[in-house]
């Protein structure tokens, strides 16, 4: 049997520095051209400057604060939108606000974004001035109603717009028409960084800091929670967004960073020092995550604004309490999906579904989006999970593959079909949706009909693309610590991903569902230690196997003290 394989084409050109033969490759399949793009120095990063609006809204700021107006942050409730959210609070506050508060909608009560009904409860607080953060490129009816009370507007999004854009004060956003800001894929907390450092400039241009006798403020002390967002929302890890992640996971390790942060990565038993950026995706960012899908975003928000150590490990006692919960109501509800979705296994005329679009009244909203990840990641499908939002309207997640656009795919379907999609918005991997709940079968076959026709358009989903095999000399700790160096790795800028085919020595069960095994080379017999994460237990283990082909990571395995290689298996498949 064996996995489907495809090698990562190679540049024709290699990159002109002497590196080891491994990172050489590496660098060389993620088309790394000159050493200049592997800068990740603070230095490197783009300058607020090109980012359309950045100073118009920094302007507008500055005025409110010589003002003493009343500043409000909507937010949003995931981690992108927690971390946006305290970067502003803090940075703000550092700037000498005053007057400053924040709201993040739940989403149960008021929906996603700038809505008129958190506009309202922003105007009870007396607000003057509403900033967004991860959020607003498509509230139309958000502004307006801020407009409409004399409340000022900036949008900071990093979403893709509609076709017209709200009638804020400024909108930043580097997707937004004519914002030629080379990097498009900033995420919400990296938009909102950029706008800081444009208000800070103008500050200082007016001599604010110098009249307050203060410092100017260094910026470059809340880029561990611009890390944390960046990566807990999957963006794109440009060169730009490298060095964000770079420079804070560098703050992270040397201890200086949120006690927050400190505090989550505590909670999950992770040493600080030697985290990487997909332990800020995986750790910090659904323990964040989980306070909005199931609560209020606020206890996130609030662990990292805390400054007290013991109060930030209780907020993060909390959060890690609210994954748990998010944990099992994801798997109860994965098991429904799958259920639901065996029963759907063949679409019209025996062929394989196009796209997977599920409903169930007992789908809790929060957790929507998790489990149409998780079968967008097991069936390599575009997936939409709906849950019930009121009587008359379904509130959906999707969740795409690479090469299906999944925004625009659902711009498609609302351009043709205006009456199956009440809003939408998104990105290319990601969107949201609501759509009336008396088309839902409707919606799933033009859906589906459209996913089809953009399935034609890319190669075969299942095929596992890798960095080749390793050599026997190249499997040891020394190369996997040179690769933990050479991140940040993530989305677009793909984590190294080797295949083989090992021996299968020893294979067991450890927590639920995951298969710690030990592998043979087929040529050194040299042993190593593999593991592979939620595995079908229907098929592991099976003592029947004896050899496997795998596509696995390079891993350190830190016991006691102790460091040893691990293969961190990706894909298995028995031979």
């Not at 019930?388 to 379904?394: A, N, Y």
């Not at 759509?435 to 953009?454: C, K, N």
């Amino acid at each position: 049997m064996g996995l489907s394989i495809q090698r990562r084409e190679l540049a024709s050109t290699p990159l002109p520095v002497n590196l080891h033969p491994v990172l050489a490759r590496i660098y060389n399949g993620r088309r790394i051209a000159t050493p200049a793009q592997l800068d990740t120095g603070a230095k490197a990063l783009l300058h607020y400057s090109e980012l359309l609006n950045s100073e118009k809204a920094a302007g507008l700021i500055a005025d409110a604060l010589a003002a003493n107006e009343m500043i409000t942050i909507i937010g949003d409730f995931d981690a992108d939108g927690a971390t946006s959210t305290s970067l502003c609070m803090l940075a703000l506050s550092e700037m000498g606000a005053t007057r400053l508060d924040y709201l993040v909608p739940n989403r149960f009560d008021f929906g996603y974004g700038l809505s008129p009904e958190i506009v309202n409860v922003a105007a009870e607080r007396g607000t003057q001035l509403i900033i967004t953060v991860d959020n607003g490129i498509a509230c139309h009816a958000g502004v307006e109603r801020a407009k409409a009370l004399g409340i000022k507007v900036i949008v900071t999004d990093h979403h893709l717009p509609a076709d017209t854009l709200p009638n804020a004060d400024a909108i930043v956003n580097p997707n937004q028409p004519d914002c030629t800001f080379p990097s498009k894929s900033l995420a919400g907390v990296g938009v909102a960084f950029y706008l800081m450092l444009a208000l800070r400039a103008e500050l200082d241009q007016r001599g604010w800091f110098a009249s307050a006798g203060c410092p100017l403020p260094n910026l470059a002390n809340y880029l561990d929670i611009v890390a944390v967002g960046t990566v807990a929302d999957v963006v794109v890890l440009d060169q730009n967004n490298r060095i964000l992640v770079h420079q804070g996971l560098q703050r992270i390790r040397a201890g200086r960073c949120r006690p927050g942060i400190t505090a989550m990565l505590d909670v999950a038993q992770r040493q600080a020092a030697r985290i990487t950026a997909s332990d800020l995706g995986f750790v910090v960012g659904p323990r964040l995550n989980a306070a909005g899908r199931l609560d209020d975003m606020a206890a996130g928000i609030e662990c990292l604004l805390c400054t007290d150590a013991m109060q930030a490990r209780a907020l993060a006692a909390e959060l890690d309490s609210l994954n748990q919960q998010r944990k099992t109501i994801e798997q109860d509800m994965k098991q429904q999906a799958e259920e639901a979705l065996a029963a759907l296994e063949l679409g019209e005329g025996g062929t394989a579904l196009n796209a997977i679009v599920l409903f169930d009244e007992a789908f809790h909203q929060g957790v929507i989006g998790i489990v149409a990840g998780r079968l967008k990641d097991k069936h390599k499908r575009p997936v939409i999970v709906f849950a019930r939002q009121d009587d008359d309207t379904l509130k959906g997640s999707a969740r795409s593959i690479d090469g299906v656009h999944i925004r625009d795919l659902l711009d498609a379907v609302h351009t043709a079909n205006p009456e199956l999609i009440i809003k939408f918005g998104g990105h290319a991997a990601a969107a949201g949706l609501s759509i009336p709940a008396d088309q839902l079968d409707r919606f799933t076959r033009v859906f589906s009909r459209y996913a089809g026709e953009a399935l034609k358009h890319i190669g075969d989903p299942h095929v596992i693309v890798t960095d080749g095999e390793l050599a026997d000399t190249e499997l040891s700790l020394d190369v996997a610590q040179l690769l933990r160096q050479a991140g940040p790795f993530g989305q677009g800028f793909q984590p190294p991903l080797f295949d083989g085919v090992f021996h299968l020595v020893q294979q067991r069960i450890v927590g639920e569902r995951h298969l710690k095994m030990v592998l043979a080379h087929p040529h050194s017999g040299e042993e190593f230690d593999a593991i592979a994460f939620n595995i079908d237990t229907h098929i592991w283990p099976n003592a029947s196997i004896r050899q496997v082909e795998i596509a696995y990571q390079l891993d350190i395995n830190f016991f006691r003290g102790r460091e040893s290689l691990q293969l961190l298996v990706d894909a298995i498949a028995p031979l």
